[in-house]
């Protein structure tokens, strides 16, 4: 069965500063990978997604993830961080033809001044 | 953009009643999840539904639970007896297959007094 896992609960970063979430999963079969976001009081939003085509994914603001299938990683960056990137962040793993898709425990980001 | 939509945003509702959370997933999607999150902790899955009927359930959706599509467009979450510990944020999402992204709803709030 598929998992994943998020290192860090919470991770604070200055303002203009590199962000970096890390990601590891675990699936017995080529995965797809998923990054989502989510604002104070708000739904989950996707910022990124990996389907078995490039392993360098682009998203929405600026984000970008890598997989690595050595690694089991698909951690995501940014090169500078903004205020508004502070939210929580959910990493999540869907089996090919799975009918679920399973998240981490998320990270909350913090962008300090 | 098509989205997916719930109703309401928020409900307190007494242990022991009846609740009925919905939602309507974006038109030309198969797939439909009803996601919780306890405040503070992380997405759990709940059930997929996929031609009406339900694909795959957690331990969390047990009996009090159930899944409806009445009407080709709404999706519902019923909880039968409510109790204390369902107090979280319940998200419907959908899907167009298997082997893509869910889009979430902005979540209903559901608090048992």
């Known amino acids: 069965a598929q998992s994943v896992t998020q290192l860090g609960s919470h991770v604070s970063v200055s303002e203009g500063a590199l962000v970096l979430l890390r990601c590891n999963y675990s699936s017995s079969v080529p995965p797809y990978l998923f990054w989502y976001v989510q604002y104070p009081n708000q739904g989950l939003q996707l910022l990124l997604k990996y389907t078995s085509a490039a392993t360098l994914v682009k998203g929405i603001n600026g984000f970008e993830a890598e997989f690595k299938k050595s690694e089991t990683s698909f951690h995501l960056t940014k090169p500078s961080a903004h205020m508004s990137d502070a939210a929580e962040y959910f990493c999540?793993?869907?089996?090919?033809?799975?009918?679920?898709?399973?998240f981490g425990k998320g990270t909350r980001l913090h962008i300090l001044p | 953009e098509p989205e997916v939509t719930q109703t309401p945003s928020h409900q307190v509702t007494q242990m022991g009643q009846e609740v009925i959370l919905r939602c309507v997933p974006i038109s030309n999607h198969l797939y439909f999840y009803w996601y919780r999150q306890i405040l503070g902790q992380k997405v759990e899955f709940l059930v997929s539904f996929y031609n009406n009927e339900i694909s795959e359930k957690s331990e969390i959706f047990d009996d009090q639970f159930s899944v409806e599509r009445p009407d080709g467009s709404n999706f519902t979450l019923k909880i039968r007896s409510t109790k204390l510990e369902d107090s979280a944020m319940y998200f419907c999402?959908?899907?167009?297959?298997?082997?893509?992204?869910?889009?979430f709803g902005q979540g209903t709030r559901l608090t048992v007094v």
């Open positions: 999402a959908s899907s167009v297959s298997a082997n893509t992204e869910a889009f």
């Open positions: 999540a793993v869907r089996e090919n033809r799975d009918d679920k898709i399973i």
